[in-house]
């Protein structure tokens, strides 16, 4: 069975700090993609960084950075000098079995205040 | 470039009465579609999807269905609301299977 948990329901951080936000993930196929999306208050979901399962490779985009981990099967997502615009609810999601189902986390909510 | 229209963005609806949500997607040709509902305080569910014209999979049997009677365009209706039906859509598109979801603004729902 696939399954996403981002057990931080919500975390609350002060401007420039920076903050990790955890996602683990479970599927026993070999193949599979994994996605983060961020939910601003607006509602929109935003497409953040979406990552296979054979490149291990951490990625980072200016302040946002990602580290896979397929040992401990995490997915981490990290905001460095955090902003006010970056409070939102972050969503983890997991794709594999061949199929284009996306899985969802729970969501982190995030806030950064100033 | 591809853009993602959703309407109406906020909808205030009876029990029991009809329902019908619009998507359509401009910028692309052929893209899969996705209806996806996201209850208060919790994660997104997959409702609907589908590879083309006429072609509809469902994920969780309920009240609703879907239809999609052009290449860009993806509908959700219902023929009559419960209170459970209340939320937030949201229609998203992808160029084809296992790619990324590009997520359109959604649609807040709440039945009374």
């Known amino acids: 069975a696939q399954k996403v948990t981002q057990a931080q329901t919500e975390i609350s951080v002060v401007e420039k700090e920076d903050v990790t936000l955890d996602c683990v993930y479970e599927?026993?196929?070999?193949?599979?993609?994994l996605f983060w999306y961020k939910q601003p208050p607006s509602g929109e979901l935003v497409f953040l960084i979406r990552?296979?399962?054979?490149?291990?490779q951490n990625e980072i985009s200016g302040r946002y950075s990602w580290n896979f981990q397929k040992s401990t099967s995490s997915f981490n997502f990290t905001i460095t000098a955090s902003q006010v615009v970056d409070s939102a609810v972050y969503f983890c999601a997991l794709s594999a079995s061949n199929t284009d189902k996306l899985i969802f986390g729970t969501g982190t909510r995030l806030q950064v205040f100033p | 470039s591809q853009t993602i229209h959703q309407w109406p963005a906020t909808l205030v609806q009876p029990v029991g009465s009809p329902l019908s949500l619009e998507c359509t997607v401009e910028g692309t040709s052929n893209p899969n579609l996705y209806w996806y509902r996201q209850a208060a305080g919790r994660g997104l569910q997959l409702l609907f999807y589908s590879v083309g014209i006429g072609q509809i999979s469902s994920e969780v049997p309920q009240n609703l269905s879907a239809s999609r009677p052009q290449d860009r365009q993806f509908i959700l209706s219902s023929k009559k609301l419960l209170l459970s039906d209340s939320g937030f859509y949201l229609c998203a598109w992808s160029v084809r299977e296992r790619d990324t979801q590009y997520f359109g603004p959604g649609t807040r729902l709440t039945v009374l």
């Open positions: 990552r296979n399962s054979f490149d291990e």
């Open positions: 599927t026993r196929d070999t193949t599979y993609y």
